[in-house]
């Protein structure tokens, strides 16, 4: 009995220090609460909306436009000048193919446009031989050469008496100026466009949506980089927090 009574206050010492190490170090573990709080990125996040908003009011702005473009573009060619030209040129390429049709005709008879002709089948089907059995290398490169020679040989035949022709000639110039006529109209339609008021308040609209989403974007980039900083202060400050403990 006196023993137990000599040994009581040695175990409630004990137990008081016990309880007051293990009070010291939960008090000296870091904990979630102590570290600093999230990044705010409401920054970065209100940014990509301003982004995503103006990206949407270039696609509407340049829809605008290009309907404006596409009623200008129809009234040009309801007009008489583009109605004409396009006939003329069509009426022109007819006459030309008219003229070339007898003189290629009286080519593909001759024996050595037929012997050109025979040897470009043949290469084509020595080709797909070849190529049905997989081989490679030099015998391609023959064949290749070989049907690209009698192609050129068969269009010099062609062109050779073509170039001959006076009809075939007058023709061709007569094609080359109306093409020249449509041409110099397309481009002249097309200078005029900048001149129309609708398309200038259209473009307007265009360029000023286009700057509002750079605006955007270098907001966004911003907010990103200060958010990126302040994530590493963050991280940096809880490495810091772990070392003290």
């Known amino acids: 009995m006196l023993n137990s009574r000599r040994f009581c206050p040695f175990w409630i010492c004990a137990l008081v220090v016990l309880t007051a190490s293990q009070a010291m170090a939960q008090a000296q573990t870091p904990t979630k609460s102590q570290d600093p709080p999230p990044v705010d990125r409401t920054g970065s996040i209100e940014a990509r909306k301003k982004v995503q908003a103006a990206q949407s009011d270039v696609t509407?702005?340049?829809?605008?436009?290009?309907?404006?473009?596409?009623?200008?573009?129809?009234?040009?060619?309801?007009?008489k000048d583009w109605q004409d030209a396009q006939a003329a040129q069509k009426q022109a390429q007819a006459e030309f193919e008219a003229a070339k049709k007898?003189?290629?005709e009286a080519v593909k008879k001759k024996l050595n446009y037929q012997t050109a002709e025979k040897e470009k089948a043949e290469a084509e089907k020595q080709l797909a031989d070849l190529?049905?059995?997989n081989v490679i290398g030099d015998p391609i490169l023959k064949a290749v050469?070989?049907?690209?020679?009698?192609?050129?040989?068969?269009?010099?035949?062609?062109?050779?008496?073509?170039?001959?022709?006076?009809?075939v000639l007058e023709a061709r110039k007569k094609l080359a100026?109306?093409?020249?006529?449509?041409?110099?109209?397309?481009?002249?339609?097309?200078s005029s466009i900048s001149t129309d008021a609708g398309w200038q308040e259209n473009k307007k609209a265009v360029d000023m949506a286009?700057?509002?989403?750079?605006?955007?974007?270098?907001?966004?980039?911003d907010a990103l980089a200060r958010e990126k900083d302040a994530d590493k202060q963050r991280q940096d400050q809880i490495r810091q927090n772990r070392k003290g403990y």
């Open 60 to 79: 509407k702005a340049q829809a605008a436009l290009n309907e404006v473009v596409g009623k200008l573009r129809s009234d040009f060619e309801a007009g």
């Open 102 to 104: 007898p003189i290629v």
């Open 131 to 133: 190529r049905a059995r």
């Open 145 to 167: 050469n070989k049907q690209a020679d009698a192609t050129a040989e068969m269009m010099k035949l062609e062109n050779d008496a073509l170039n001959a022709d006076p009809k």
């Open 177 to 190: 100026e109306a093409t020249a006529a449509v041409i110099a109209l397309k481009k002249q339609f097309d």
């Open 210 to 221: 286009q700057e509002q989403v750079a605006t955007a974007n270098k907001e966004l980039k």
